[in-house]
């Protein structure tokens, strides 16, 4: 899951984005409602974390022109002010959530995995795939009852294949979701991580994890395995 953090406050930003990170996610960080507004137009986001008191456009500004845009990526809001018509302001320019400041970061990561699930897509919160149990609240996997010794950015993308199951997934949607702004991609860094991932996910089990020359890389537990689809 990539979020995009819209903070100007660097201490905060860097609290943000270290927990994020810690919790699998990909995070982009801007400092300004311009820079905001540029970032979500290019990427795909799974959801912004918006500051309203940000420079150049505030966050209500914002968050009003990427709706006006047709954006549907859900937005938590943020701010100092805890007035009831700022939180109504809000959520009437089309942020799906109003967190105010100072806050815990745990109900911060509460909320946002909330809007996940619920976001653009119902996401549930246990997803199976043949006998591989991916827990995405708890961030871990099993297969065959077993916990997978998985790092973060393993998890982030066997997490996403999973809620793409049965769909090939190209490397550009990999990069997309699961890494952030500074991917290079001209590198081998996915692949090298298909095939730990692989290693972890399918040794002494019936393959799950399966690569589409030319196309990508699709989990699902298949019975006939088509021609072009490949288990290495």
Not at 25 to 47: E, F, P, Q, R, T
Not at 101 to 117: D, I, Q, T, Y
Not at 186 to 209: C, Q, T, Y
């Amino acid at each position: 899951m990539r979020v995009l953090v819209v903070e100007d406050e660097p201490r905060i930003a860097r609290f943000v984005a270290k927990g994020l990170r810690e919790q699998a996610y990909a995070v982009d960080l801007s400092a300004d409602g311009d820079d905001a507004v540029y970032k979500a137009s290019i990427n795909d986001y799974d959801a912004i974390i918006l500051d309203v008191m940000i420079p150049a456009r505030d966050g209500f500004q914002v968050c009003r022109e990427l709706r006006a845009a047709g954006s549907s990526v859900p937005i938590i809001m943020l701010t100092a002010r805890d007035e009831v018509q700022d939180r109504i302001a809000g959520l009437d320019c089309g942020a799906d959530d109003y967190l105010s400041k100072p806050f815990a970061f745990a109900e911060l990561l509460a909320r946002l995995r909330a809007l996940l699930r619920r976001g653009r897509v119902v996401h549930p919160e246990l997803i199976e795939v043949g006998n591989l149990l991916i827990d995405t609240r708890a961030r871990r996997a099993l297969r065959g009852g077993r916990s997978l010794p998985l790092t973060t950015k393993e998890y982030a993308l066997l997490e996403y294949l999973a809620r793409e199951q049965g769909r090939v997934v190209n490397r550009a949607e990999l990069a997309e979701h699961v890494w952030d702004e500074h991917f290079d991609p001209f590198s081998n860094l996915i692949d090298v991580h298909i095939n730990r991932l692989r290693r972890k996910v399918d040794h002494g089990f019936p393959p799950l994890i399966h690569t589409q020359r030319g196309a990508g890389y699709m989990l699902a537990a298949l019975d006939v395995v088509p021609a072009r689809v490949t288990n290495i």
